[in-house]
């Protein structure tokens, strides 16, 4: 069932309860929003039970603007192309301005198209710009070309109204880098260190939801130090002037992988290598002719580069999920023109300045809606001004600020754009009733409720394998002594262990597990330090060529910090590795199979992605199944999902004797763009899988409902507190009405319980579903599952088969890079 099913599906049984008198009705929420927050919630769920009600009202407000169009004025969209061709946009606006007399004052252009308040005389016009430079004129020919008639509430004139805002923000001296927008000369930047300045900034965006356009902001900062790369290689270079492979060593360690920015064309790049062989005065091809970069850089841009001898960063471009088939020449970046940003591990170990970042960037509810208004009454002194309204008196009175604003190129005259295409934006947040669902704690399981056979076997292994080396000796004993205790108490034998001493080489932690893993149900390897390679060849030999559940512990992780505690958490990764519970939910439905679906992409080494497939295998989902598929770099949709379910299914069949009456994916990591093409190729092959197990008379359709997950959003939730400040909304918290999009069924939920900071909600939308599925049935089942993730006490921000999927994909994208055995599957491994 496609979205608009499903919202019709349950606006038919809104209407069947209003006739049926059951319905409640509240001031405030009309139309299809008010049909299912409120008429639904009175609906029993598939296996729920109605003894009590399973959520409560709550007031919300998030970090939306309501905006309206009074204008019922068609507008006409016209493409434009260049002959020849233009790159910058910059230069594309400069020579489409020129043709003022022809498109009017009252025009939006967002670098390929233009947006007009009135037709043209023709579909088609060409007209010819000029380009002065260096005492030369060039000619462009110019194409307008009609695309569509567009009306105020289509989606493609709410693109505009997006561009539109934001010329207003780059009017108020905002540079823009990437979505974001940020106050680059803010006095109050600088922190305690003269080598880090804070940026604040913004990001909006403007779309249609539930019952109206909403202008979405959220308060962003860029943290950016006060060197360019070009200081770093000579900081560096001066501190080992002895030896020149050591400080290239050293320089490449710093760099790769680090963003730099590059305040000449505001953007930012990710460093994927060093190019020692080339610099300034080394030549690239450009529109068929040879150009040294110096050169390329004095022109376009008026650069004189000073540093003739310094290499070049290489930069393999911005990665992105729709241009993994498309092959990308790497980018030539001058050290001296890319500033670092991040922080460096000195800073990281500053606790003043960390303490003073975190004042900073990790705003606390009341505190980021005052920097939403501060921003708000700075455009309200820069627009009102320009509208014949003065004085900052009136702006508390105010409900709504008209903007009248057109776009005109000429950065001059700013305030004499704002005319005529009369949008209003609220001062106001956006307020609304949302739903506290029910609070509920995880149950321990006891050795009785254990689950099945092979699992009780497994929590009482032949022997234990425990691994460290000689100058770790006073540090592994006691752990070994606490993690006995701690067994006892989860009911697991650990009293046959095998202590093995072994030299501090890779090697020799192969050799000897290779020589004593016969039994062996569990690895326990105590490492000497945190080098990413000597784990990475550990996991790989005991994931793929000796698969037995291990765990890895860095000595220092236990030798620093509280042994008990350390101890505990360890105890619990290893009960799970070998197939244990330790708590369970009462989900409230039956039969039911939840799976998650995510890929780990490897941007900085551009290897092949990896899909993490993970499944549920008994009714109370504390037993999983997991599989992983090797992609191409880059590839987001998984093409190898039948046989991945089919193999669940086969694991489901054998440990229950039945199978799932419906399969529930969750899948992360997919962007709003991509729906489409999850509907076209995803849903499918799980579809064809599910069918090839329905029964031969029909009796049995097994039923698929597909939710995409989404973490980073802009989106914020809100609640008062009793002194009428805004503060973090309690844990469970649903949002399902006017933050949401009208044409979809989806809701946010607020699993964890924030105290610093704001919290981030998470956004569901369902876009497939045969099960038909009641808002309150997901919203409760998937809000439980978030309390089911093993590695953590207390819930995560998504439902656990996601974030089980994610660990997968993590593991074998980061470290093992080959399929992981298969009698692994149904064992969590990846914790």
């Known amino acids: 069932m496609d979205p608009k099913q499903t919202r019709q599906h349950y606006r038919q049984q809104g209407r069947q309860l209003v006739d049926s008198g059951v319905t409640k009705t509240a001031a405030g929420l009309s139309g299809r929003s008010g049909e299912r927050s409120l008429v639904l919630d009175e609906l029993t769920g598939s296996g729920l039970s109605t003894d009590e009600p399973t959520r409560s009202g709550v007031s919300l407000f998030a970090n939306h603007f309501r905006v309206e169009s009074y204008s019922e004025r068609p507008a006409y969209k016209y493409s434009v192309s260049y002959r020849p061709d233009v790159e910058d946009s910059r230069l594309r606006e400069k020579l489409l301005a ?17 947006l007009l308040l009135h037709r043209l005389e023709k579909k088609r016009i060409e007209v010819v710009s000029t380009e002065h430079k260096d005492k030369e004129v060039k000619y462009y020919e110019l194409t307008l070309e009609l695309s569509k008639e567009l009306h105020p509430t289509e989606p493609d004139r709410i693109r505009y109204y997006n561009v539109l805002f934001r010329r207003i923000l780059k009017s108020m001296n905002f540079k823009q880098f990437g979505r974001y927008y940020y106050k680059v000369d803010d006095p109050s930047a600088a922190v305690r260190s003269k080598r880090l300045r804070v940026w604040p900034g913004y990001v909006t965006s403007i779309l249609q939801h539930e019952n109206s356009i909403t202008l979405c902001m959220d308060v962003n900062h860029k943290l950016v130090r006060q ?11 001066n501190s080992h002037r002895d030896s020149v492979e050591q400080w290239k060593k050293l320089v490449a360690k710093e760099l790769i992988g680090s963003i730099v920015l590059t305040e000449h064309n505001n953007r930012t790049y990710r460093v994927d290598g060093i190019d020692w062989t080339k610099n300034p005065k080394s030549q690239f091809r450009k529109a068929n002719a040879l150009i040294c970069y110096s050169d390329y850089y004095y022109n376009t841009y008026g650069i ?3 540093d003739m001898e310094q290499p070049l960063l290489i930069s393999k471009g911005k990665w992105k999920k729709s241009f993994q088939g498309t092959p990308q020449e790497p980018i030539q970046l001058v050290p001296e023109l890319c500033t670092m940003t991040g922080l460096t591990r000195e800073m990281r170990h500053n606790s003043e300045m960390m303490k003073d970042l975190t004042v900073r960037t990790r705003l606390k509810p009341e505190d980021r809606r005052k920097e939403m208004s501060k921003l708000m009454k700075s455009i309200h002194k820069w627009v009102l001004p320009s509208l014949g309204v003065e004085g900052e008196s009136l702006f508390p009175f105010l409900d709504l600020i008209i903007w009248k604003y057109v776009y005109t190129f000429s950065e001059k005259t700013y305030k004499e754009q704002l005319q005529n295409w009369d949008l209003t934006f609220d001062i106001q947040l956006l307020s609304f009733r949302g739903k506290t669902l029910n609070t509920f704690f995880p149950q321990p399981v006891s050795r009785s409720h254990s689950g099945p056979a092979r699992e009780s076997r497994q929590e009482n292994p032949p022997h234990w394998l425990f691994l460290y080396t000689d100058n770790n ?16 108490k989860m009911n697991m034998d650990m009293h046959n262990v095998r202590e093995l001493v072994v030299r501090n080489t890779v090697r020799s932690y192969i050799n000897t597990i290779q020589a004593h893993h016969e039994g062996a149900v569990m690895v326990v390897c105590v490492l000497d330090s945190n080098k990413k390679d000597v784990y990475d060849l550990l996991k790989r030999y005991l994931c793929v060529h000796c698969p037995i559940p291990s765990q890895c512990v860095v000595a220092s992780t236990i030798r620093y910090k509280n042994l008990d505690t350390i101890a505990t958490k360890i105890a619990q990764q290893i009960k799970c590795k070998m ?4 708590w369970k939910v009462d989900i409230g439905l039956q039969n039911i199979m939840f799976i998650g679906i995510d890929c780990f992409h490897d941007i900085v080494n551009r290897q092949k992605s990896i899909a993490g497939f993970v499944a549920s295998l008994n009714q109370d989902a504390t037993q999983w199944f997991s599989k992983c598929i090797l992609q191409e770099s880059g590839e987001e949709l998984v093409q190898g999902l039948k046989s991945c379910l089919q193999a669940s299914l086969e694991y489901w069949l054998r440990k229950n004797q039945c199978l799932p009456s419906t399969v529930v994916v969750y899948r992360d990591g997919v962007g709003d763009g991509q729906l489409q093409a999850l509907t076209l190729q995803e849903i499918p092959q799980l579809e064809k899988c599910l069918k090839s197990f329905d029964n031969a008379d029909r009796s049995t359709t097994l039923k698929l409902t597909f939710i995409v997950v989404k973490k980073r959003i802009n989106t914020r939730l809100f609640a008062k507190d009793e002194r009428g400040m805004l503060t973090n909304p309690n844990q469970g918290t649903v949002a399902d009405t006017e933050v949401t999009n009208r044409k979809w069924f989806d809701f946010f939920i607020v699993s964890q319980q924030v105290s610093d900071g704001t919290v981030t909600p998470t956004h569901y939308n369902i876009i497939h579903d045969t099960h038909h599925f009641l808002p309150n049935d997901i919203q409760d089942v998937t809000y439980k599952l978030c309390h089911m993730y093993y590695n953590m006490e207390g819930a995560i921000r998504v439902p656990a088969p996601c974030h089980y999927a994610h660990k997968l994909a993590y593991l074998v994208g980061q470290s093992i890079h080959q399929e992981p055995d298969s009698t692994l599957a149904d064992r969590l491994f990846y914790l």
């Open 98 to 114: 020129q043709h003022q007399t022809l498109l009017g004052t009252q025009h939006i252009f967002d670098g390929n198209s233009v």
């Open 227 to 237: 060197e360019t790369a070009l200081d770093l290689i000579n900081r560096v270079r």
């Open 304 to 306: 004189n580069i000073k």
């Open 473 to 488: 000796v006073q540090t592994a004993r006691p752990l070994k002594t606490k993690l006995l205790e701690e067994a006892a």
């Open 579 to 582: 197939g244990g519970t330790l």
